[in-house]
């Protein structure tokens, strides 16, 4: 009873520190300039955090069924699974490009940006507004 209740305060404790983890890199601000170069590195290389396996990949697509297109095609170096998206063409090009998912209308976002980084080549620089290290001076 007890392990099941600080499971439970571990669980609300993950949720509140990720819904706060949303607001950081909105706090950050970032500018993204420059224009896309239609190389379809997004589309063909992407990862979710704690996307570890086949059955969260499963779960994933059934929160959101628009996840569907894509495919597994490897893993990065802690396990995160990395996909593709079946609609890219080999000009890099979208072939759903009118209905793509909003996802794909927001990249570069902020928070996308925040976990990660842009592919070697993409013709969008996100440029900072305020360091991390401001930030956290900021904030206290
Ligand atoms: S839907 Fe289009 S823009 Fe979105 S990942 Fe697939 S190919 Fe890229
Ligand atoms: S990686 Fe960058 S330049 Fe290439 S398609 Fe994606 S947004 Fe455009």
């Given amino acids: 009873m007890k392990k099941r209740f600080l499971k439970l305060i571990d669980f609300i404790a993950i949720v509140i520190n990720e819904g706060l983890s949303y607001f950081v890199s909105e706090k950050l601000g970032y500018k993204i300039i420059e224009e896309c170069k239609k190389c379809g590195k997004?589309?063909?290389y992407?990862?979710?955090?704690?996307?570890f396996g086949e059955k969260d990949f499963r779960i994933m697509q059934r929160i959101y069924p628009g996840y569907r297109r894509f495919k597994i095609v490897g893993q990065d170096e802690f396990g995160n699974l990395i996909f593709a998206c079946r609609l890219v063409g080999d000009d890099g090009l979208c072939r759903d490009y009118e209905d793509r998912l909003p996802l794909c209308r927001k990249y570069p976002?902020?928070?996308i940006y925040f976990n990660g980084k842009l592919h070697e080549g993409c013709g969008f620089k996100v440029?900072?507004?305020v360091e991390f290290k401001e930030y956290l001076k900021i904030s206290q």
């Avoid at 992407?46 to 996307?51: E, G, R």
Wanted: glycine share 0%.
């Fill in 109 to 111: 976002a902020k928070k």
């Fill in 42 to 44: 997004c589309c063909r």
């Fill in 46 to 51: 992407m990862y979710s955090l704690d996307t």
């Fill in 127 to 129: 440029v900072p507004e």
